[in-house]
Nanobody
Framework: QVQLVESGGGLVQAGGSLRLSCAAS??????MGWFRQAPGKEREFVAA????????FYADSVKVRFTVSRDNAKNTLYLQMNSLKPADTGEYYC???????????????????WGQGTQVTVSA
C-alpha cells in the first residue's frame, strides 16, 4: 500500500525557517515533488527531485530560499524552507511519480500519488 505522510508544517514569522518531510512507503519512485495551495488559489508547483541522480527543479518564487532533497535509504523527501514570506503560506503537499519517463515536473497530473498535506503559515 502506497503512503505519503508529510510532517513539519507550522506557524513561523516572516524570515524564519521550516523543514518539511515526506515519508514514502509502498514502492520505489522515479521522482518526487512538493506543491502548495493557498486559500482561494490553485495548487502550484514548488520543487521536485529525481530519485536517481538527484536532479532538482524549483519554482522561480522559491529559488535560493528553498532546498529540496531526499534520503534514498529512508525513502524520505525533504523541503528546507528559509527566509519564509507571508506569500509562502499554504497547504504543502508531497507528490510522487512512479513512471520512469521524462515528464513536466511542474504539472500536478504527472504525479501518481499524493500526501494529505501539511499547513505552513507565515506571519508578517
Amino acid at each position: 500500500q502506497v503512503q505519503l505522510v508529510e510532517s513539519g508544517g507550522g506557524l513561523v514569522q516572516a524570515g524564519g525557517s521550516l523543514r518539511l518531510s515526506c515519508a514514502a512507503s509502498g514502492r520505489t519512485w522515479y521522482a518526487m515533488g512538493w506543491f502548495r495551495q493557498a486559500p482561494g488559489k490553485e495548487r502550484e508547483f514548488v520543487a521536485a527531485i529525481t530519485w536517481i541522480g538527484g536532479s532538482t527543479f524549483y519554482a522561480d518564487s522559491v529559488k535560493v530560499r528553498f532546498t529540496v532533497s531526499r534520503d534514498n535509504a529512508k525513502n524520505t523527501l525533504y523541503l528546507q524552507m528559509n527566509s519564509l514570506k507571508p506569500a509562502d503560506t499554504g497547504e504543502y503537499y508531497c507528490a510522487a511519480r512512479s513512471r520512469a519517463k521524462t515528464f513536466v515536473v511542474l504539472t500536478s497530473s504527472e504525479y501518481d500519488y499524493w500526501g494529505q498535506g501539511t499547513q505552513v503559515t507565515v506571519s508578517a
